[in-house]
């Protein structure tokens, strides 16, 4: 038997070096076992001349299946490739227990991914010089995970600390640094993982290098595939340019607000942001936990999905102008957890007065109403977004509301398919958005 030892648990490119040089070697399968031993000095892979393709679809499972907590994934992900050059359909198999339990670990591992990216939550560090947040992944996906913090938060340094390793995103070499982990021990709570920052954190990040993550799909030498679509270009409802001043000056004012309760606890006012001129306004329920961290509204999850649906309707999210009716996040702890509330009445009608300071100086002509709470605090009724979505209604003010599903709805969805579905009927009411828009919504 010859052992092939990993230099990580998810050591990609090891392994797909490995495997394309044993490949081309011609080592069978049940000749080798492969392990992870980051002390060992990688074999050298076996010399051997050639190309060889497989299908862009076995890759990208494989970059999947491999962050998969499962010690014999190299093994399988290996005979699934040697097959594959070998001249069989392997990814047209589905009855293959190979290709069943691979695509069984994919999933495993794409759940886990969009579990970490809603729970992941962060607080400032001590300094306020950088954000922190800890996790214990169920699978090995902080990696390919970590790429995501350049998009999140492109202006801020960020450090997601695990049991198995820490990211650090930084903005100025704009690159994630991987690093040492973090005995979950001395980080019980937010409070130590703050006091450990404060002892380690430099030595956290003098021990980090930059690192290749894994891929979303990455090729050996892929079988051609067609070419892309082209992206959509965006369609710029309004003008960028600078705040308008009314609502900057409204927005430091509201910076100090006590009219509700909902300040105390919170770590600051999350107005809504966007450009001059604005025809279009969001309008969520109320600032969410990561939101209340950074200061802008929709930048946690739901905002990313916000961002994505936006993006596929044509509409330019610099150019909207994006709130919530309520600006502090109302939350319970639970531990480590912040946990969401939804406001009550009279924390809705004390931050009204916010959110007619926005309509009023923007006078929008479409108000987009997302979910329940910002449906029933505009029209003033109770709202069932069921039946009312997608419909537009003519304000007393003039402007056009249109109700839809809050982006939280979307991830709270359980099956995939149903996610799929849900996430398409709020891409189809967001080109109704861009529609009306366009059209002035007269
Ligand atoms: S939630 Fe609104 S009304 Fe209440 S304190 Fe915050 S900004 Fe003021």
């Known amino acids: ?135 214990a992944p169920a699978q090995f996906v902080l990696e390919a995970n970590a790429q995501v913090l350049a998009r999140w938060y492109p202006d801020f340094a960020v450090s997601i600390l695990t049991p198995e390793g820490s990211a650090h995103w930084e903005p100025a070499a704009a690159r994630v640094r991987f690093g040492p982990a973090v005995d979950p021990a001395l980080v019980p709570d937010d409070a130590a993982l703050r006091a450990y920052w404060s002892e380690f954190g430099a030595d956290l990040l003098a021990a980090s290098t930059a690192g290749t993550s894994l891929p979303e799909a990455e090729t050996f030498e892929e079988a051609r595939r067609p070419p892309d679509r082209p992206a959509l270009g965006p369609v710029v409802l309004g003008g960028y340019g600078a705040p308008d001043p009314a609502l900057a000056a409204a927005a430091r004012e509201a910076a100090a607000c006590r009219r509700c309760p909902l300040s105390a606890p919170a770590t600051q006012t999350v107005f809504g942001e966007g450009p001059p001129g604005a025809r279009v306004m969001f309008i969520g329920e109320q600032a969410g936990d990561q939101e209340d961290v950074i200061g802008r509204p929709f930048v946690g999850p739901a905002g990313q999905l916000l961002d994505r649906a936006l993006e596929e309707a044509g509409i330019d999210r610099r150019a909207v102008w994006i709130s919530n009716a309520v600006k502090h996040f109302k939350f319970v702890a639970r531990g480590r957890r912040r946990l969401h509330q939804t406001p009550v009445g009279p924390e809705i009608e004390a931050c009204r007065f916010w959110l007619d300071v926005e309509r009023v100086r923007l006078r929008p002509d479409v108000l987009v109403l997302l979910g329940a709470t910002a449906a029933r605090t505009v029209l003033g009724r109770p709202v069932t977004i069921g039946r009312e979505r997608g419909r537009p209604i003519r304000l007393p003010a003039g402007e056009t509301a249109l109700v839809t599903v809050h982006p939280s709805f979307l991830l709270r969805v359980p099956d995939e398919a149903g996610r799929a579905r849900e996430y398409a009927a709020f891409v189809a009411d967001l080109r109704l958005v861009a529609g009306l828009a366009a059209a002035g919504a007269a």
């Open 1 to 135: 038997m010859r052992v092939i030892d990993m230099r990580g648990e998810t050591d990609w490119d090891g392994w797909r070096a490995q495997a394309r040089a044993l490949v081309l070697a011609g080592v069978p399968p049940e000749t080798l076992v492969w392990t992870v031993n980051p002390a060992a000095a990688p074999p050298p892979p076996p010399q051997a001349e050639g190309r060889f393709a497989v299908s862009r679809a076995l890759v990208a499972l494989a970059a999947q299946a491999i962050q998969a907590r499962a010690p014999e994934r190299f093994g399988l992900l290996y005979r699934l490739v040697w097959r594959a050059h070998a001249g069989e359909a392997v990814m047209e198999d589905p009855g293959h227990p190979d290709l069943a339990q691979a695509r069984s670990l994919a999933l495993a591992v794409r759940a886990e991914a969009h579990r970490m990216r809603a729970l992941l939550r962060y607080l400032p560090a001590a300094d306020g010089a950088r954000l922190l947040g800890w996790y």
